[in-house]
Structure formats: structure tokens, C-alpha cells
């Protein structure tokens, strides 16, 4: 069974595009008035926290979506490392985990369900914490995901709009997860390639739980179905400021750029560059490929952080400590108005 011809779309590609999510939340009211609530959905950050004591304060948040890979032990645990990754961008450290369940049960066999659900708890076991229950439901495509609960100490909660003018960005995962998804998809995915898509995709952004502990670190957040440009515009209009990168110094999939380069890809990059196409600059020598590929929906994609150019090297250093070979500086903060400047 190919999971992926039983959905419409994939992963984090699954995402509605962000101007149809501003226009759709629009008229939602606002959350002030809870005074405990320190973050809710003002700035689009990637989870709630709820103040609870001097010492602790309370992460949640949610993620799910259809399958990006057929393997159904591989879907379970892409799925999962993409919703606890929430919980490590708010520098928090995950204690609980439910599932969420959507399956056309008249088309799956019990045990290739079986095999996604053990795929999520073998990367909750691998982060330190149980699924502890859930909810599942009849559906005409197969959904996987988890609601995620964590806990960070109210003084070290790190937000996607605190960044500073000159501070530099590093970026941990390489992109292109979406591109490679595409390719599976098409039949057109080697060995090779496949396990780059999940080596990524499967490893865990605990690194955000040591980032948090460094008062440089100023701003967090995970790049996921919006692409690196669209993540960091919310970096820039929570922040007030500009960003500048460049092209060549974003770290990118081996086996995603032959198939960039061929306009290969999901249809949610076009939806995502079409949405904050008036906010980002590119220079005219850096080519459609690399564009497609920083616009590009990333499912489990790598932490972006703002740091105070003097903790940069250190920054580096702790992110390849923990196994993040690619991880790099791809730019900087700079005072302007909210917008990306991409040199080649």
C-alpha cells in the first residue's frame, strides 16, 4: 500500500497558505485578558505558553497532517518529531504527548495503522515521554499527528519575535523536504535520497532545550510548512526588523537540489512564495531553484535562530555538538522595515 496516493497532499505541504490563514483567523478574537497567558497567536509563533510558577511555565501545541512517505513506521515518526520540534523552538522540554488519529479504516489494513502509531511512540520514547492517549477518528484520508505538552522556565521561553539588529541567523537542517517528498511521490526517489529525507526528518530538535539557556540566543522558531522565507518574515514583522541572506550560505538536501533544478516540487511552494512574494527581495542572480528550494514546505525542518553576533561561534559549535552537521549561518538581522533581502 502507497500511503501517499491516499491523500491529496503531504506533510507540512499540507499547511493552507499563509495569506488564506491570516484571512481565515482574521476575525478571531483576541486572547488578551488572561494574564497568565504569555504566548498565544499574536506574533504566529510555534506554540502556546501559559505561565503556571515562578519556575515553570507550560508549553502546548498541536501538529498533524497526511503522509509524505509510504512506509507507515516512517510516516509515525516524521509525524511525531514534527510535533514535538514545537515544544524545543519555544526552548521548552517535552513531558506528554496524545495522538491524533484520522484513518479510512475501510481502505487500511489494522496493521499498517498499527505501524504508524508505533512509529510516533518509538520518537516519544526517544524524547523522554509517553502517549499518554489521544483521539481517532473515520476518515477519507490518513491523518497522523500529536498534541504535544512541555514545560521551560518562564525567564528562558524564546519567542520568533525577539530578535535584534545584527544579530546572526543559523539555521540547523538543511532544506528540501518538501522537494524530495514530491520526488518520492513521483517514483522518482533513489535509496539514496530516501534516507537523507529521513534522516532529517526523524531527528529530534532537542537542541533548542540547551539554546534557551543561552541569553544570547534572542529569538527561536522552527521552519516548517511556510518554507525559511515565510518563518523568517514572521521572525521580521514580530520583531520589527529586516533580514538579509544568502542564497549560497543556506545549507541544502544533496539529493533536492538536482530535482529543484529541474522544477521539481509540491504545489504549496508556489502557494507560499505567492503569499509574501511583496515582502522578500531576491537579487537577480540568484536562481529559480534556490528560490523554490527557501520557499519550499519543510515537514520536521531545522531550528532558526537569531543570536548576538559575539555567541555565534558558540551557537555553531552546540548545534553540531548534537549532531546538526549542516547547520550554518545563512544571514542577519538588520533595522529596516519587516522584509528579506536574499543575495546570491
Same mark, same amino acid.
Given at each position: 500500500?502507497?500511503?501517499?496516493?491516499?491523500?491529496?497532499?503531504?506533510?507540512?505541504?499540507?499547511?493552507?497558505?499563509?495569506?488564506?490563514?491570516?484571512?481565515m483567523?482574521?476575525?478571531m478574537?483576541?486572547?488578551?485578558?488572561?494574564?497568565? #497567558?504569555?504566548?498565544?497567536?499574536?506574533?504566529? %509563533?510555534?506554540?502556546?505558553?501559559?505561565?503556571?510558577?515562578?519556575?515553570?511555565?507550560?508549553?502546548?501545541?498541536?501538529?498533524?497532517?497526511?503522509? &509524505? +512517505?509510504?512506509?507507515?513506521?516512517?510516516?509515525?515518526?516524521? *509525524?511525531?518529531?514534527?510535533?514535538i520540534?514545537?515544544?524545543?523552538?519555544?526552548? /521548552?522540554?517535552?513531558?506528554?504527548?496524545?495522538? =491524533?488519529?484520522?484513518?479510512?479504516v475501510?481502505?487500511?489494513? $489494522?496493521?499498517v495503522?498499527?505501524?504508524?502509531?508505533?512509529?510516533?511512540?518509538?520518537? !516519544?520514547?526517544?524524547?523522554?515521554?509517553?502517549?499518554?492517549?489521544?483521539?481517532? &477518528?473515520?476518515?477519507p484520508?490518513?491523518?497522523?499527528?500529536?498534541?504535544?505538552?512541555?514545560?521551560?522556565?518562564?525567564?528562558?521561553?524564546?519567542?520568533?519575535?525577539?530578535?535584534?539588529?545584527?544579530?546572526?541567523?543559523?539555521?540547523g537542517?538543511?532544506?528540501? =523536504? /518538501? $522537494?524530495?517528498?514530491?520526488?518520492?511521490?513521483?517514483?522518482?526517489?533513489?535509496?539514496?535520497?530516501?534516507?537523507? #529525507?529521513?534522516?532529517?526528518?526523524t531527528?529530534?530538535?532537542?537542541?533548542?532545550? *540547551?539554546?534557551?539557556?543561552?541569553?544570547?540566543?534572542?529569538?527561536?522558531?522552527?521552519?516548517?510548512?511556510?518554507?525559511l522565507? /515565510?518563518?523568517?518574515l514572521?521572525? !521580521?514583522?514580530?520583531?520589527?526588523?529586516?533580514?538579509?541572506?544568502?542564497?549560497?550560505?543556506?545549507?541544502?538536501?544533496?539529493?533536492? +537540489?538536482?530535482?529543484?533544478?529541474?522544477?521539481?516540487?509540491p504545489g504549496?511552494?508556489?502557494?507560499?512564495?505567492?503569499?509574501?512574494?511583496? %515582502?522578500?527581495?531576491?537579487?537577480?542572480?540568484?536562481?529559480?531553484?534556490?528560490?523554490?528550494?527557501?520557499?519550499?514546505?519543510?515537514?520536521?525542518?531545522?531550528?532558526?535562530?537569531?543570536?548576538?553576533?559575539?555567541?555565534?561561534?558558540?551557537?555553531?559549535? #552546540?548545534?553540531?555538538?548534537?549532531?546538526?552537521?549542516? *547547520?550554518?549561518? &545563512?544571514?542577519?538581522?538588520?533595522?529596516?522595515?519587516?522584509?528579506?533581502?536574499?543575495?546570491?
Amino acid at each position: 500500500m502507497r500511503l501517499t496516493e491516499l491523500s491529496h497532499g503531504g506533510g507540512c505541504g499540507c499547511k493552507i497558505a499563509p495569506a488564506l490563514l491570516s484571512e481565515m483567523l482574521a476575525k478571531m478574537p483576541a486572547a488578551a485578558g488572561f494574564k497568565h #497567558l504569555m504566548v498565544g497567536t499574536e506574533t504566529s %509563533d510555534d506554540a502556546a505558553v501559559y505561565w503556571l510558577n515562578a519556575e515553570q511555565a507550560l508549553i502546548a501545541t498541536t501538529d498533524f497532517f497526511m503522509p &509524505i +512517505v509510504d512506509d507507515p513506521f516512517d510516516f509515525g515518526r516524521i *509525524a511525531a518529531t514534527n510535533a514535538i520540534s514545537d515544544i524545543y523552538a519555544m526552548g /521548552g522540554k517535552p513531558i506528554m504527548a496524545l495522538a =491524533i488519529v484520522g484513518m479510512p479504516v475501510n481502505l487500511m489494513p $489494522v496493521e499498517v495503522i498499527q505501524q504508524i502509531l508505533a512509529g510516533g511512540a518509538s520518537v !516519544c520514547g526517544a524524547a523522554g515521554i509517553p502517549v499518554a492517549g489521544g483521539h481517532s &477518528i473515520d476518515s477519507p484520508e490518513p491523518i497522523y499527528g500529536l498534541v504535544v505538552l512541555g514545560l521551560v522556565h518562564p525567564d528562558r521561553v524564546r519567542r520568533n519575535n525577539s530578535a535584534r539588529a545584527g544579530d546572526c541567523l543559523i539555521l540547523g537542517k538543511p532544506l528540501g =523536504i /518538501g $522537494v524530495l517528498g514530491t520526488a518520492l511521490k513521483k517514483g522518482l526517489l533513489d535509496a539514496t535520497g530516501y534516507q537523507e #529525507l529521513i534522516a532529517t526528518t526523524t531527528q529530534l530538535n532537542s537542541v533548542g532545550c *540547551a539554546l534557551s539557556e543561552i541569553d544570547e540566543v534572542h529569538a527561536l522558531t522552527d521552519v516548517t510548512g511556510f518554507g525559511l522565507l /515565510g518563518h523568517l518574515l514572521e521572525v !521580521c514583522r514580530g520583531s520589527g526588523l529586516a533580514a538579509r541572506i544568502g542564497a549560497a550560505r543556506v545549507p541544502y538536501l544533496h539529493a533536492a +537540489v538536482g530535482f529543484a533544478q529541474q522544477g521539481i516540487g509540491p504545489g504549496a511552494i508556489a502557494r507560499n512564495l505567492a503569499s509574501f512574494e511583496a %515582502d522578500v527581495m531576491f537579487s537577480n542572480d540568484v536562481p529559480a531553484w534556490q528560490q523554490h528550494l527557501m520557499t519550499d514546505p519543510q515537514t520536521s525542518g531545522g531550528l532558526l535562530c537569531a543570536v548576538a553576533p559575539e555567541a555565534a561561534d558558540r551557537v555553531l559549535a #552546540l548545534f553540531h555538538q548534537q549532531g546538526f552537521a549542516a *547547520a550554518g549561518i &545563512i544571514g542577519s538581522m538588520e533595522v529596516g522595515t519587516p522584509r528579506i533581502v536574499v543575495d546570491s
